[in-house]
Nanobody, 125 residues
Framework: QVQLVESGGGLVQAGGSLRLSCAASGRTFSSYAMGWFRQVPGKEREFVAAITWDGGRTKYADSVKGRFTISRDNAKNTVALQMNSLKPEDTAVYYC??????????????????WGQGTQVTVSS
């Protein structure tokens, strides 16, 4: 069992940066692949980025490639999402998620086992 808590969301102007963090409880954090998703009201949860258990592989949605970076620190049980060059269309609630398949890079939210409560990111134009 893993419990996830996101932080770092807020209001930022277009072109600015934010760093989201997800803190995980449990001694088995390093055995999970991790992902970030986002959701706006009325739309399905959207894949943003994912990382394998050891950080050896990452994957990004085309919409954020080159602007966002996912990373993890297994010693601190955290996964981060550095978001640069933010755009108004990045506005959403951002969620981190854990996948028990440690080497997987899954883009479908249904494939993930544990979720945080989400953090709001608002980008003003």
């Amino acid at each position: 069992q893993v419990q996830l808590v996101e932080s770092g969301g807020g209001l930022v102007q277009a072109g600015g940066s934010l760093r989201l963090s997800c803190a995980a409880s449990g001694r088995t954090f390093s055995s999970y692949a991790m992902g970030w998703f986002r959701q706006v009201p009325g739309k399905e949860r959207e894949f943003v980025a994912a990382i394998t258990w050891d950080g050896g592989r990452t994957k990004y949605a085309d919409s954020v490639k080159g602007r966002f970076t996912i990373s993890r620190d297994n010693a601190k049980n955290t996964v981060a999402l550095q978001m640069n060059s933010l755009k108004p269309e990045d506005t959403a609630v951002y969620y981190c998620a854990a996948d028990r398949r440690s080497t997987s890079i899954m883009e479908m939210w249904e494939e993930y086992d544990y979720w945080g409560q989400g953090t709001q990111v608002t980008v003003s134009s």
